[in-house]
């Protein structure tokens, strides 16, 4: 997969050099491009914002930049008649990013990451790019954030992780929270009895049945606890009678 992130803050993007992301990328399977939004502008001060029409607080990104750098980044492919290359615009006022997303992103080729700062891109280049790119704006969740950077090394990585060869157990990626609608069972290691705490007994039986029914368990109450908003999207066709009296 070819991931292109645009930014006025590249040094941001260092972090997706390390731990399994840095990894598939030294290893070719993810082919990741930063770039400075700056080196896309022409004159003197490089210059990427001005104040907003209509006035308010803030400055808005100009779009000639953008263009250019989107143009730079994915000029060729447009015209090449093949699938369209994603662009994921990060802003709070995107659809929420889920782990559905994700699974749906790690399938494409190519996707482009176009980091606003400030009180965002001019909407035009959005409309643009709607001619080149399959563009999506897209939200970490009900907060605000300074700008784009975070939310894509959040979304980079948990794309990059379903990329296939990233994670070296696949299995790792089948019991983990979301992949069923519900959270994670919790876990334990050794020693079996820390600082008066014991793990629980039926951890230690060697009774995979059992085990599998108490994680389960544990899997709804918390999530009827922490979510209850996911146990209300539930399909009740994944559910069996003994989570029903859970
Ligand atoms: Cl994707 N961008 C910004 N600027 N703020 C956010 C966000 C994204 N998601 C939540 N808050």
Not at 27 to 53: M, Q, S
Not at 65 to 92: C, F, K, N, T, Y
Not at 186 to 192: A, E, F, G, I
């Amino acid at each position: 997969m070819r991931i292109d992130v645009v930014s006025i803050f590249p040094e941001y993007l260092a972090a997706l050099e390390l731990s399994l992301i840095g990894k598939a990328r030294a290893e070719g399977l993810l082919d990741l491009a930063v770039h400075d939004l700056r080196d896309f502008t022409t004159d003197r001060h490089r210059t990427v914002d001005d104040t907003p029409y209509g006035g308010g607080a803030g400055m808005v990104m100009k779009p000639e930049p953008w263009a250019q750098a989107l143009e730079a980044v994915a000029g060729d492919e447009a015209a090449g008649g093949g699938a369209r290359p994603v662009l994921i615009v990060p802003s709070p006022a995107g659809a929420v990013f889920t782990q559905a997303m994700a699974y749906e992103l790690a399938e494409e080729k190519h996707l482009v990451f176009a980091c606003g700062r400030y009180e965002g891109i001019d909407e035009r280049v959005l409309e643009w790019a709607r001619d080149r790119f399959d563009v999506r704006p897209v939200s970490l969740g009900d907060y605000v954030l300074n700008g784009g950077e975070v939310a894509v090394l959040a979304m980079v990585e948990a794309v990059g992780r379903l990329v296939p060869g990233v994670v070296g157990n696949p299995e790792s990626l089948v019991e983990e929270s979301h992949s069923d609608g519900l959270l994670e069972y919790p876990v334990y290691t050794k020693p079996s009895a820390w600082r008066e705490r014991a793990v629980p007994d039926i951890l230690l039986s060697g009774n995979h049945g059992k085990i599998a029914r108490f994680r389960r368990d544990e899997q709804l109450r918390r999530t009827a606890a922490r979510r209850p908003d996911l146990i209300e999207k539930l399909d009740p066709a994944s559910l069996d009678k003994a989570d029903r009296a859970t």
